[in-house]
């Protein structure tokens, strides 16, 4: 569970760094697909939705790029909900 934010971490800060986190994975393919999304989403989510990003952001890029690819289904300790978000949002980028 990912719990780096400090109690007096603000909004606009804890959004900048999960920015930099996103754009830094260490894959370029992740890199590609969670920082267009979190550029795009980032800013409007609430907290709670702030801590579901950065626990899948602590899953290992080979594992969350099978989930995304849907080479494997996502399994049951992962919040499939926003994988299939992250599906969604690179469907309809790669659209445009």
């Known amino acids: 569970m990912a719990d780096s934010n ?9 959004c900048k760094r999960i920015r930099y986190r996103a754009w830094h994975r260490g894959t370029q393919e992740m890199d590609m697909v969670l920082g267009h999304f979190v550029d795009a989403k980032v800013d409007e989510m609430a907290i709670a939705d702030l801590d579901r ?3 899948l952001m602590d899953e290992q890029d080979t594992d969350l790029l099978k989930w995304v690819m849907g080479q494997e289904p996502t399994p049951q300790d992962v919040d499939a909900e926003l994988v299939q978000q992250l599906i969604e949002f690179q469907m309809n980028r790669t659209k445009s």
Do not use: A, V
């Open 53 to 55: 990003l950065e626990n």
């Open 6 to 14: 400090t109690p007096n971490e603000d909004h606009k800060t804890r």
